[in-house]
């Protein structure tokens, strides 16, 4: 916590995992401080030895909130909902909560991990991009197919839920990948959808103290 109590986000304005969480806090009016981890710079600043004793993980985003160090997005976004539970982002219905931890597992577990930076520096720089588009084009397929049963205005129902915190970031990679979304109208209408909402829009990447001035909006 800072001297005014705030909660510090460690975070980077490109990582989606970071993303998810920005929007959390955004949802439920935390007021927080951004603690930038620049991921690329210095060989990536979290590998120094301070920010590996905050987080053993070496990956953000961290918070620091309530008097203890939280990593792992998902692990954080549920902390924050069990103490600060207004707006809901887990439904109170026990099938609907199903489907939107399954939701945010597929892609939190099965689609950005393969197509995340350290992994894309084991395949070789000549395979990133074919790799990536096929690690989200796959997850795509599944998630699609899920979502066309699941959806109303959002990942499940009309209520924005953790699953709609992991999708937004998801698509924004599928994007950076070049991935073709024709095939995923359900998946590009609920994007579409939740991007107007103030809360996605003041937590996107190119609205961060740490975005480079050319990627600004």
């Not at 001297?3 to 007021?31: M, N, T």
């Not at 939701?103 to 577990?109: F, N, P, T, V």
Request: glycine residues 6%; contains cysteine; neutral net charge.
């Amino acid at each position: 916590m800072t001297e005014s109590g705030k909660p510090i986000l460690y975070s980077y304005f490109r990582s989606s995992c970071s993303w998810r969480v920005r929007i959390a806090l955004a949802l439920k009016g935390i007021d927080y401080e951004t603690m930038p981890i620049n991921l690329i710079k210095d060989g990536g600043q979290q590998f120094s030895k301070e920010f590996q004793a905050l987080n053993p993980t070496r990956q953000v985003p961290a918070l620091e909130i309530d008097g203890i160090t939280i990593s792992q997005s998902l692990a954080i976004i549920e902390y924050l909902e069990e103490t600060r539970p207004t707006p809901r982002l887990l439904p109170q219905d026990p099938k609907k909560r199903a489907r939107v931890r399954m939701i945010s597992d597929l892609i939190a577990g099965g689609i950005h991990p393969l197509q995340n930076l350290s992994v894309l520096k084991q395949v070789g720089q000549e395979n990133q991009l074919t790799w990536a588009q096929n690690a989200i084009t796959s997850g795509f397929n599944s998630l699609e197919q899920i979502l066309q049963s699941t959806a109303g205005q959002y990942c499940v129902g009309d209520e924005v839920s953790m699953a709609d915190l992991c999708l937004v970031p998801q698509v924004a990679n599928a994007e950076r990948f070049k991935v073709d979304l024709t095939p995923y109208p359900t998946i590009s209408r609920i994007n579409k959808t939740l991007l107007a909402l103030e809360a996605f829009q003041v937590s996107h990447p190119c609205r961060q103290p740490d975005t480079p001035a050319e990627l600004r909006a």
